[in-house]
C-alpha cells in the first residue's frame, strides 16, 4: 500500500498561484502513475494533471498553459504548480496513485484532499 499526504491548498485571488504537495510514503518509482484531480461543490471528480507509466505528462485542457505537474524523487513528492487561478479552479483537490498488487492488479490509492479557493 501507499499513503498519500496533500499540502498547500488556501485561499488565493484571482489570477494568483499556489503550489500544492503530495508526499507519498514510498518511493515514486514503485508507483504505476500519479496525478492530481479535483472535485468542485455539484460536479464529478475531474483529472487535472498525471505523470502517466511512461512518464509523460497528460494535462485537462482546462487548465493547460497554467498548470505544472513536477515530481522530486528523493523527497517521494508530486507537485502542481497553480498559476494564473480562475473561479472555475475552486474544488478540492487529489493526489492520486495507482499501483500494482502482487496479483498483478492496478488499485488506485487516494489523499485526503485539499481545498483551493480563488475568489476576490
Known amino acids: 500500500q501507499v499513503q498519500l499526504v496533500e499540502s498547500g491548498g488556501g485561499l488565493v485571488q484571482p489570477g494568483g498561484s499556489l503550489r500544492l504537495s503530495c508526499a507519498a510514503s514510498?518511493?515514486?518509482?514503485?508507483?504505476?502513475?500519479m496525478g492530481w484531480y479535483r472535485q468542485a461543490p455539484g460536479k464529478q471528480r475531474e483529472l487535472v494533471a498525471a505523470f502517466t507509466s511512461g512518464g509523460s505528462t497528460n494535462y485537462a485542457d482546462s487548465v493547460k498553459g497554467r498548470f505544472r505537474i513536477s515530481r522530486d524523487n528523493a523527497k517521494n513528492t508530486v507537485y502542481l504548480q497553480m498559476n494564473s487561478l480562475k473561479p472555475e479552479d475552486t474544488a478540492v483537490y487529489y493526489c492520486?496513485?495507482?499501483?500494482?498488487?502482487?496479483?498483478?492488479?492496478?488499485?488506485?490509492?487516494w489523499g485526503q484532499g485539499t481545498l483551493v479557493t480563488a475568489s476576490s
Open positions: 492520486n496513485a495507482v499501483i500494482t498488487t502482487p496479483e498483478n492488479r492496478f488499485l488506485e490509492v
Open positions: 514510498r518511493s515514486l518509482f514503485s508507483i504505476y502513475a
